[in-house]
């Protein structure tokens, strides 16, 4: 299968779905923030000088869904009907797992619209968070669920293969 966003002379477009029906499309994408334990505690329990980092990250990341098509260049703009970021701590590892839910009744899919939730959400936990610490990591990022359309339902493999 080749990639869908070429013509048949190497030129980018945006594809056209306008002939495909609309269906509910669903998406679930995570972003691993690797803060450690002394710092994700901090988060999640007392918080940092800067305030509310979970509550912040949420609200970019919502935001974030919404401007997609206005910052990946071949992006259909669409309207969504849910957008949502959850958030789960590992104390163990010292992650966080950013988990952004994106579902609309449209014509093409909204995978990217769930990666750039959880991938700005994650960014934004590391933005509140490097005064503190300087070496926090971000990935994977990955996609976990897709539903919706001609390509049927995707399901991650629970390990992370």
Known sequence: MGFNHFDDKGNAWMVDVSGKQKTLREAQVEAV?????DLLARVVGEGTAKGDVLGTAR???????????????????????????????????????VRCTVKAIERTGVEMEAMTGATVAALTVYDMCKGVKRDITIGPVRLLHKSGGRSGTYQAPEDGS
């Open 33 to 37: 923030v690797h803060l450690g334990c």
């Open 59 to 97: 609200l970019a990341g919502i935001a974030a869904v919404k401007k997609t098509a206005d910052l990946i260049p071949l992006a259909h703009p669409l309207a969504l009907h849910h957008a949502s970021i959850a958030f789960e701590a590992d104390s163990q590892a010292g992650t966080l797992r």
